[in-house]
């Protein structure tokens, strides 16, 4: 589905992360990364045991087999046979398409009722050629400085670098953005993986979030959501590595 939007998303999860404030690099251990649990054991989080939405593989692997193309913006990637979507919105310069483990909806359109579907996962990718915004520089700038495991903690953000990660003429990182422990107010959590092209000026970002997430009395939140995106981990990565852009 294609839509042509007036004015095209900021998007807020980079609006967080570029907040930082008086900022400190302090070492930070790294979810696991070891691959998608078991979709017959949901993991067990401060002592409760949360429903994790894991789609079948085969193997290690998970089974990715969902091609999407536009010879538009020459990006082609792969998705789990079984997600949703793609759904996919253009504007000017801009190209953003969603799939996930549950039904995605038009960008902008919000369902007429919750999902029943809980603790499932939504990937975002985003590729915008000749890219005039600045809202995205100081997180990578932040990205630069630190090493695998540091984090970067604000007044209302929490950067924490995974890795850095070339694309091809692409070059980037990829981290985990969420809330410092002094700011409760909301449950944000998520893996984005940043690239950029200095020659184009081209910038791609890939964002996994958990979605609709359950979190039971007692549970932390943080390690809910922790939970949800290390499940989903094989996914993200395969996503991520079926990119190519022309």
Not at 5 to 30: D, E, G, K, R
Not at 89 to 104: C, K, N, P
């Amino acid at each position: 589905m294609k839509k042509t939007l007036p004015v095209f998303l900021l998007m807020s999860i980079l609006m967080i992360s570029a907040c930082i404030h008086q900022v400190t690099a302090t070492p930070m251990p790294l979810p696991a990364t070891n691959g998608a649990l078991p979709a017959t054991e949901p993991a067990a989080s401060a002592g409760t045991q949360t429903p994790i939405a894991v789609l079948p593989t085969d193997g290690d692997k998970p089974v990715i087999q969902n091609p999407y193309t536009n010879s538009t913006f020459g990006l082609r990637f792969q998705y789990p046979f079984n997600w949703f979507g793609p759904e996919e919105y253009i504007s000017g310069q801009t190209l953003r398409v969603e799939v996930g483990s549950d039904v995605v909806y038009p960008y902008g359109e919000l369902p007429e009722k919750p999902s029943d579907v809980k603790n499932s996962y939504n990937v975002v990718l985003q590729y915008t050629k000749n890219n005039q915004n600045q809202y995205w520089k100081d997180t990578y700038q932040s990205l630069q400085t630190l090493k695998d495991g540091e984090s970067l903690s604000g007044a209302r953000s929490l950067i924490i670098r995974v890795r850095r990660l070339d694309l091809g003429r692409f070059k980037g990182f990829e981290y985990i953005f969420t809330l410092p422990e002094t700011a409760e107010t909301d449950h944000v959590y998520g893996r984005e993986v940043m690239l950029f092209d200095e020659q184009t000026n081209d910038l791609l970002t890939i964002v996994g979030q958990p979605n609709n997430v359950e979190i039971s009395n007692g549970a932390q939140w943080r390690d809910v959501y922790r939970t949800i995106d290390e499940a989903n981990l094989k996914f993200f990565h395969d996503i991520v590595e079926s990119i190519t852009i022309k």
